[in-house]
């Protein structure tokens, strides 16, 4: 459960909930019928007598549906002593009901992508699932259950508590979180705006459970919450299960609360200064601005973008490009009342942050004096509405954001938002500035800090009726068509394709949501031999390639991608570039020329290398005091211990540090000019697009260009001689500790008990919060916030490897670790359950045809295909052989494999403090 991140969400145990007066809805309870309110772009909206809001998003072009429920409370609705009870009982809620007592499990057998995530103006629980009628009237009847029976018990809190307080822990460890915490309690004097939404550490703590259970029973009622479904489903039956699911809820007697607490003009610049453990400075600053839907919110978002976007943002020229800082960002938020224009830079280790601090004061503060011009603004625009139209393509991604726009007061701002950013203007721009970003209106951050009373007057938020009045919104999106995403159809809708050079293709043409298509190029090059010494340059190239062309410069680049509502990105590793290409049917040729400027005429500027050395530098040197990152890479180091000289060798962190201070520009011109080329590689193109055209303007980016340096694949190798071992890392500072594990052992993806494997890493940790030690370690002891196990493999090498991983509070590691090794060992004794088989067979199955259902996701699957020289049809294989397993062969498979005998352990965090935390407690008397 998240606060205004997502995260995954557990659940579990029963008893009775009628304690504190919840109802269960009867077939006999009278079901409230639904009006018909409206429908603007393809969004129609229903209003139900007790007054649930429901909008129908409609788009069978995705064969899944989402239901997203909202309710509109969050830490703005918290009372005193009440900081975190709108997020705590998000995790509460996934506890059960009595018709619903294990709300994970249930949902991980259908294969559903779920969530909670609470913010400061509302609640949301979303599920994506397979699109079925039957999928559909179960998440409906799930949501309108836990609405209002949900288990809020005394046991639950008592491990569920222990589990928000380890995610405040996670968010301990971050300078960054932190600071911005700092920011707003200091620039609110009153609003609960200044209160994180994970809440204060005594009140998550101390929270007797008659007052979570009042809080919802207050909130949780249908009359404060907005139903979203979006996908694949059919309008007339989704009504009807609404109103048969909540309809027979009853419209509650109380009067719902509003909140009323104004925040009064700032008078005075503010500042905080935050002293922790940390390898990178921070700058931050914050200015009151109006609320969501207001006006000028348009502008301050395009303000946001000319501030802090990259390359040719203000702020990235006046600090990253001198460099002075190594990152900027700028944000404006959209709530419900008043919020806050931020701006950041990080500073590396060393540098001045009196200097940054005020070149970026005087960057902000000085924009309302001047001007701004045309093209900056329509650069803003452009990308902010790209954006926008991307997400489109999405109707589950859009049914989880309106949340955040009703929780302003009306879903129908997401419309108004895109109309007011079209007609922002550079003067409107320079206004927002000139009232908001001032002195006596900002507080100052800073990670490692008014001769007279100004006010800076903050509009009041406006009437959305009359906002509204005649509002007719646009056409809806072009819909796609309802596409079948088996291993079977994939493959009887592909066709094979060789481009120049030999680089293998497969096309899979479809209509797409938006017309939207994706495309996947992979280039291989180089050997174990050739790259030696050369694995940072190969890490940087990818990223120099489309940082400017002969034609183009990187902001020139960008724009190009803008004006065609497309994005182009690349990564990669030593012998592997890949570029990923998110477009339009009609401006994908247009893309692809792009695509050929990056491949064939890059530039690799100095400035640009430099700056992106300087980023890089500066995110390894943040981690050199993550719990996280050096145990990872502890037991990485032990379970493949390859030669320092092999390219596939694990550094440290600081070996790591040391390359990225040696590498040079001319490094990396020399690995493009000597390694790259279209000698082999392949590539996969999903969605809507003309074949032939695309086609063409692929076979000339890559035409006549080859290496004489062969290329060779980089084998993953299996060492059998590694021994087990336990290792402790002291992070001092760091509130929250991290348990790492893994093992590596000789197995493919083709080997006969390969599909053995998965299911039993699914059972063990793989399946969430409904496996074993999700079940355990999480929902029964509330030791730990995240926790689970992986499986590892490639289609060619044998060798495979289980990583196990978990977070807690440093004093409980021992409980952990202890944990792990005990369901580890019980797995391996017993072997799975029948019943437990079933559930992850059925779970496992469905996540892979949800997964499947991502065009990103498809095209990464077809890409590893081609070079593994086989189809989907493996996948069918597989999906069989996994269906028919049997409790035997996952046990076999497991005891084969697994040997916790040689585990390399690794755990790290505060130790020392924990263990003086520890002592204290223990001589204070017990009361």
Same mark, same amino acid.
């Given at each position: 459960m998240a606060r205004t991140r997502s995260t995954s969400v557990l659940a579990l145990l029963l008893l009775v909930a009628l304690s504190f007066g919840a109802a269960l809805p009867t077939a006999a309870a009278a079901q409230a019928a639904a009006t018909k309110v409206q429908s603007l772009e393809g969004i129609t909206e229903y209003r139900l007598d007790n007054?649930?809001?429901?909008?129908?998003?409609?788009?069978?072009?995705?064969?899944?549906?989402?239901?997203?429920?909202?309710?509109?409370?969050?830490?703005?609705?918290?009372?005193?002593?009440?900081?975190?009870?709108?997020?705590?009982?998000e995790h509460m809620v996934f506890k059960g009901t009595p018709t619903h007592p294990h709300i994970p499990k249930a949902l991980q057998e259908r294969g559903a992508r779920f969530n909670g995530t609470t913010w400061v103006d509302r609640t949301n629980y979303y599920e994506t699932l397979p699109a079925s009628e039957d999928n559909l009237?179960?998440?409906?009847?799930?949501?309108?259950?836990?609405?209002?029976?949900?288990?809020?018990?005394?046991?639950?809190?008592?491990?569920?508590?222990?589990?928000?307080?380890?995610?405040?822990?996670?968010?301990?460890?971050?300078?960054?979180?932190?600071?911005?915490?700092?920011?707003?309690?200091?620039?609110f004097d009153w609003h609960n705006y200044g209160k994180d939404t994970i809440g204060n550490r005594s009140d998550i703590e101390r929270v007797p459970i008659k007052n979570l259970q009042a809080f919802y029973k207050k909130y949780y009622q249908p009359d404060n919450c907005m139903l979203v479904i979006a996908g694949k489903f059919d309008e007339k039956t989704a009504m009807q299960l609404v109103e048969k699911h909540f309809g027979s809820i009853p419209k509650p007697e109380r009067e719902l609360p509003k909140t009323y607490t104004e925040e009064p003009p700032q008078d005075g610049e503010r500042s905080v200064t935050l002293r922790r453990v940390g390898d990178v400075g921070i700058v931050a600053a914050a200015y009151h601005v109006p609320s969501g839907a207001h006006e000028d919110m348009a502008a301050l978002d395009v303000l946001a973008n000319v501030m802090g976007s990259a390359p040719s943002g203000r702020l990235y020229e006046a600090l990253v490009k001198s460099k002075q800082a190594t990152a900027v960002g700028s944000s404006a938020?959209?709530?419900?009342?008043?919020? #806050?224009?931020?701006? !950041? %830079?990080?500073?590396?280790?060393?540098?001045?942050? @009196? /200097?940054?601090?005020?070149?970026?004061?005087?960057?902000?503060?000085?924009?309302?004096?001047?001007?701004?011009?045309?093209?900056?603004?329509?650069?803003?625009?452009?990308?902010?509405?790209?954006?926008?139209?991307?997400?489109?393509?999405?109707?589950?991604?859009?049914?989880?954001?309106?949340?955040?726009?009703g929780a302003q007061g009306d879903w129908r701002l997401y419309l108004l938002h895109r109309d007011r950013l079209e007609k922002v203007t550079p003067e409107m721009v320079q206004d927002v500035a000139k009232r908001y970003l001032r002195r006596e209106n900002r507080t100052l951050g800073i990670f490692i800090p008014s001769e007279k009373s100004e006010k800076a007057e903050v509009p009041p938020r406006p009437d959305l009726a009359a906002l509204f009045d005649g509002y007719q919104g646009r056409?809806? #999106?072009?819909?796609? !068509? %309802?596409?079948?995403?088996?291993?079977?159809?994939? @493959? /009887?809708?592909?066709?094979?394709?060789t481009l120049s050079g030999g680089i293998k293709g497969i096309l899979l043409p479809k209509k797409s949501r938006g017309e939207a298509v994706y495309l996947r190029l992979v280039l291989r090059y180089g050997d174990l031999e050739s790259l030696k010494g050369r694995v940072t340059a190969a890490e940087m190239l990818p990223a120099m390639l489309v940082r400017g062309t002969k034609h183009l410069t990187r902001q020139q680049l960008q724009d190009e991608l803008d004006k065609n509502g497309a994005t182009l990105s690349a990564s990669g590793s030593a012998g592997t570039a890949v570029f990923t290409i998110q477009a339009k049917r009609d401006k994908l040729p247009a893309v692809i020329d792009l695509l050929k400027q990056v491949l064939r005429e890059p530039t690799l500027p100095e400035e640009e290398f430099e700056i992106l050395r300087r980023a890089q530098l500066s995110s390894l040197e943040e981690q050199l005091t993550n719990p996280a990152v050096l145990a990872i890479t502890r037991v990485r180091r032990q379970v493949s211990p390859y030669p320092k000289d092999d390219v596939r060798y694990v550094p440290t962190v600081e070996e790591e540090i040391e390359r990225f201070k040696n590498v040079t520009r001319d490094d990396v011109q020399k690995l493009y000019d000597e390694f790259l080329g279209a000698q082999a590689g392949e590539l996969a193109i999903v969605g809507d697009f003309d074949a032939d055209e695309c086609l063409k303007g692929l076979q000339a980016a890559l035409a006549d260009w080859t290496s004489d340096k062969p290329y060779g694949r980089i084998p993953s190798e299996y060492f059998p001689d590694v021994p087990g071992a336990t290792e402790r890392i002291l992070t001092p500072d760091k509130a929250n500790a991290v348990y790492m594990a893994g093992e590596a052992f000789p197995l493919k993806e083709t080997d006969p008990q390969y599909a053995a494997m998965v299911v039993g890493n699914y059972v063990f940790g793989g399946g969430a919060l409904s496996s074993r030690l999700g079940d355990r370690v999480r929902q029964k002891e509330g030791l730990s916030y995240g926790i689970g196990s992986y499986l590892s493999s490639d289609a060619i090498d044998a060798r495979a490897s289980l990583t196990i991983s978990a977070i807690c509070n440093p004093q409980a590691m021992d409980k952990v670790s202890t944990a792990i090794r005990e369901e580890l060992d019980r797995l391996l004794a017993d072997g799975v359950t029948p019943s437990e088989l079933a559930?992850?067979?059925?779970?496992y199955l469905q996540q892979q045809q949800v997964s499947r259902t991502s065009d990103a996701t498809l095209a990464a699957i077809l890409t590893e295909n081609l070079e593994a020289d086989r189809t989907m049809a493996f996948y069918g294989d597989l999906e069989k052989r996994i269906s028919s397993l049997s409790p035997e062969q996952v046990l076999k498979a497991l005891r084969t494999y697994v040997d916790p005998n040689k585990l390399v352990i690794v755990d790290a965090g505060d130790f020392a403090k924990a263990a003086a935390e520890g002592k204290s407690a223990a001589k204070e008397p017990a009361e």
């Open positions: 007054g649930l809001q429901v909008l129908l998003y409609p788009d069978p072009s995705k064969p899944t549906v989402t239901v997203n429920l909202t309710v509109f409370v969050g830490s703005r609705h918290e009372g005193y002593g009440e900081t975190g009870m709108a997020h705590l009982l009237n179960f998440a409906l009847e799930l949501e309108a259950d836990r609405l209002v029976n949900s288990f809020i018990r005394q046991e639950d809190l008592f491990s569920e508590m222990t589990v928000v307080r380890n995610e405040f822990e996670a968010g301990e460890n971050s300078p960054s979180n932190l600071l911005s915490q700092r920011i707003m309690s200091a620039a938020s959209n709530w419900h009342d008043p919020g #806050v224009f931020q701006v !950041e %830079a990080e500073v590396r280790k060393g540098d001045s942050l @009196d /200097e940054v601090k005020d070149i970026l004061l005087d960057v902000v503060e000085s924009s309302g004096d001047s001007t701004f011009s045309e093209e900056e603004v329509e650069r803003a625009k452009q990308k902010l509405l790209k954006q926008r139209e991307l997400a489109a393509t999405d109707t589950s991604r859009i049914a989880v954001q309106l949340s955040d726009w056409e809806e #999106v072009a819909l796609g !068509e %309802a596409f079948d995403p088996t291993p079977k159809n994939i @493959d /009887e809708r592909s066709q094979n394709v559930q992850a067979k059925q779970g």
